[in-house]
């Protein structure tokens, strides 16, 4: 999610030839599916749903769900629930992570410590995706960003 943050408003200006303020309140609007995501999730862990299955989940369906945005032209049909479902995945791996964070740490005065990495890890996502995903973007590679978000789960 951080990462398409970052890169989604570019890639969709440029393949559908619209300004960036449009793209940006597309995603903007999108980002709700976040939300969603994240409450579904604390729903479903609350329920006994297995964490490891919920990733699993998310990494095969955040993956379809880029491939399929860009291997697209950037129609909206195509990428508005392609987006969708990649943010509420986005969502849904944010809370299950965060949930998982007091059974991680080896002390609980370390839950601090973990919350701060795990948010300088999201900064530093938010930093590099753009780095690696916009050269291939402008030069049409959508089979290389796809490549990508594979070998990263979709996140």
């Not at 999108?30 to 609350?46: F, R, W």
């Not at 964490?51 to 697209?72: D, E, H, N």
């Not at 995706?129 to 402008?138: A, G, I, R, S, Y």
């Amino acid at each position: 999610g951080f990462g398409v943050n970052a890169v989604f408003p570019s890639w969709y200006a440029m393949a559908r030839g619209t300004d960036l303020a449009s793209a940006s309140s597309l995603l903007a609007v999108l980002n709700l599916a976040m939300i969603a995501g994240s409450l579904g999730a604390g729903v479903l862990l609350s329920r006994g749903a297995s964490p490891t299955r919920l990733l699993l989940v998310v990494a095969v369906v955040s993956t379809v769900a880029a491939g399929v945005m860009f291997a697209s032209d950037g129609a909206p049909v195509a990428v508005v629930p392609c987006l969708a479902a990649w943010l509420v995945c986005s969502g849904v791996s944010i809370a299950v992570v965060t949930a998982a964070l007091p059974r991680v740490v080896a002390s609980p005065t370390q839950g601090a410590a973990a919350a701060g990495l795990l948010s300088q890890m999201a900064a530093l996502t938010t930093f590099v995706t753009p780095l690696l995903w916009l050269p291939m973007l402008e030069r049409g590679s959508n089979i290389g960003a796809i490549r990508t978000i594979e070998r990263s789960g979709g996140a």
